[in-house]
C-alpha cells in the first residue's frame, strides 16, 4: 500500500467511527433536538407534531409545533385557549389544526372541554360536558367519543364545529382511541377492543384483554395485559401472538408499516417485527428516562427523554424499517 493510499484509509476509518458516535436521534436531523421544560402534553401524526411545555430551546411558551423529529419548535399559543385551564390531550387534524382537551375530575363532578387550534393558533370552542370524551385525530379525521345516557357517540369536528356520526355499537367504558386509514380501534375498560370505521360502522369486536391499542394502515396492534403483542386484521381475525421481550413495561405503543414499538420500563423503546416478532431494543435512556407515550411514522420512533430538568423529542431509526 502507497503511502498516500494508507493516509486516505486512515481517514476513511476515523470517518466511519465518527458516524457511529453520533446519536441516532441527530442522524439526519438538521439541528439538535430543542430542549423543553414543564412538558405534559404532546401528540404526533404523519410529519408534525404538537406539545405543550412551559419553554422551548430557551423560548417561554405554551402550545408548540414543529416538523415530525425536526428540532426547531414553533411557538402556536402562549396561553391554553380562553376558557381553559391547561391541556390535558391534543390531537391532530387536517390542515394544520388540532383539537385540544381539558379535563377536571372531582369527587362529585367532573368537566371535559374540547377547543381546535388553528395553523395560526387561533382557538374556537367545540363543546364542552359533564362525562368523558376521548380525542382521536389521525391528520386527516379530526373527532373525539363522547360517553353520554344513550351511548358512547362519535363526534366529527369540522371547523369548529363537531358534528355527531353515530353511536358506536358495542362501546361502552372507552379507555384509548388509536386511528388510522379510516378507522378506529377503541381499547375499553374490560381489555376488549372494538374497531370501527371513522363513518361509525363496526367491524368487530376483540376479546384482546388489551393494555394498549395501535393502529396501521390494515392491522390493529394490541399489547396485552400478559405481556404479549397480538396483530388483528380489521375485521378481528387474529394474525400474529407474540411474546414481549420487555419484563416491565410503561405507558406507550405505537405502529406503522411493519414495525411497532413500545416503552420498556422507562429505560429503553423496544421495536417488534409484526411478520416475525423479532423483539429488539432500538433505543437506551441513559442516565434519563422516557416517558408518557411514543409515536412511529415513517422516519422513526418519537419519544420524549427526560434528563435532569429537561426534555428533548428523542428521533429512533427502526432497524430495516
Known amino acids: 500500500m502507497t503511502p498516500a493510499a494508507y493516509v486516505s484509509r486512515v481517514r476513511a476509518l476515523v470517518a466511519a467511527a465518527v458516524l457511529?458516535?453520533?446519536?441516532?436521534?441527530?442522524?439526519g436531523a438538521a439541528t439538535a433536538p430543542a430542549k423543553l421544560t414543564g412538558l405534559t402534553?404532546?401528540?404526533?401524526a404523519g410529519s408534525r407534531l404538537a406539545f405543550v411545555a412551559t419553554s422551548a430551546a430557551g423560548r417561554r411558551g405554551y402550545l408548540w409545533t414543529q416538523p415530525y423529529g425536526s428540532g426547531t419548535p414553533r411557538l402556536l399559543?402562549?396561553?391554553?385557549?380562553?376558557?381553559m385551564e391547561e391541556i390535558d390531550a391534543l390531537a391532530a387534524g387536517p390542515n394544520g389544526t388540532w383539537a385540544v382537551l381539558e379535563r377536571t375530575v372531582g369527587n362529585t363532578s367532573s368537566s371535559y372541554v374540547v377547543d381546535v387550534v388553528?395553523?395560526?393558533?387561533?382557538?374556537?370552542?367545540?363543546?364542552?360536558g359533564s362525562t368523558p370524551i376521548l380525542l382521536a385525530g389521525d391528520g386527516s379525521f379530526l373527532g373525539y367519543l363522547a360517553v353520554t345516557p344513550s351511548g358512547v357517540q362519535l363526534y366529527r369536528i369540522k371547523g369548529a364545529r363537531g358534528t355527531r356520526v353515530a353511536t358506536l355499537r358495542g362501546v361502552t367504558a372507552p379507555q384509548e382511541v388509536a386511528v388510522a386509514n379510516g378507522h378506529l380501534a377503541i381499547r375499553q375498560a374490560n381489555g376488549s377492543v372494538v374497531v370501527a370505521t371513522v363513518g361509525g360502522a363496526v367491524l368487530a369486536?376483540?376479546?384482546?384483554?388489551?393494555?394498549?391499542?395501535?393502529?396501521?394502515?390494515?392491522?390493529?396492534?394490541?399489547r396485552t395485559r400478559d405481556r404479549r403483542l397480538?396483530?388483528?386484521?380489521?375485521?378481528?381475525?387474529?394474525?400474529?401472538?407474540?411474546?414481549?421481550?420487555?419484563?416491565a413495561?410503561?405507558?406507550?405503543?405505537?405502529?406503522?408499516?411493519?414495525?411497532a414499538v413500545y416503552l420498556g420500563a422507562n429505560k429503553a423503546v423496544r421495536s417488534v417485527r409484526l411478520s416475525n416478532g423479532s423483539d429488539r431494543i432500538v433505543a437506551r435512556a441513559g442516565s434519563g428516562f422516557f416517558f408518557g407515550a411514543v409515536a412511529l411514522e415513517a422516519r422513526g420512533a418519537l419519544v420524549p427523554l427526560t434528563t435532569g430538568r429537561s426534555t428533548v423529542f428523542r428521533l429512533v431509526a427502526i432497524p430495516g424499517g
Open 249 to 259: 413495561w410503561t405507558a406507550g405503543l405505537a405502529a406503522y408499516g411493519r414495525y
Open 20 to 27: 457511529l458516535l453520533v446519536p441516532v436521534s441527530l442522524a
Open 41 to 44: 402534553a404532546w401528540a404526533s
Open 205 to 222: 369486536t376483540i376479546p384482546a384483554k388489551a393494555a394498549s391499542v395501535a393502529l396501521t394502515s390494515n392491522r390493529v396492534v394490541v
Open 77 to 83: 399559543r402562549k396561553t391554553p385557549p380562553i376558557g
Open 230 to 247: 397480538a396483530v388483528y386484521g380489521l375485521r378481528g381475525g387474529l394474525v400474529h401472538n407474540w411474546r414481549l421481550g420487555a419484563a
Open 118 to 128: 388553528s395553523s395560526r393558533g387561533g382557538g374556537a370552542a367545540v363543546t364542552r
